[in-house]
């Protein structure tokens, strides 16, 4: 079954387009947004949710996520490919040609 609703062109329309009509009717039916969001109930909800957050980042995530960002990323990705792009663009040899296998040149052949 095919889907009408387009998926690369026109989407950032469409959702604009969702959001209006949604508004349109929270509207219509008396809810107000801003009443909503400046209830003391959502205040302390927004306040919980941004605590826990910032709790479960400091005490579990913060470690590893600097160590795969640091240590993984940094120096195992992204400055090898620095440098070998560099090396590339003043046409010098890259790591990657200098530790890659050579293949062995085949030699003529005997009849």
Do not use: C, H
Request: aromatic share 12%; net charge neutral; no cysteine.
């Amino acid at each position: 079954m095919k889907s009408n609703i387009p998926t690369n062109r026109g989407s950032l329309l469409l959702w604009v387009l969702i959001i209006i009509v949604a508004l349109l009717v929270l509207s219509y039916y008396g809810f107000s947004l801003r009443n909503l969001v400046n209830a003391p109930v959502t205040q302390d909800n927004f306040t919980y949710v941004a605590t826990s957050t910032v709790s479960v980042w400091d005490k579990y995530l913060e470690r590893p996520a600097s160590y795969l960002w640091n240590d993984v990323f940094i120096n195992l990705i992204w400055d090898p490919a620095i440098y070998n792009l560099t090396q590339m663009k003043n046409d010098q040899p890259t790591n990657i040609a200098s530790s890659s296998p050579q293949i062995p040149q085949p030699g003529p052949l005997v009849n």
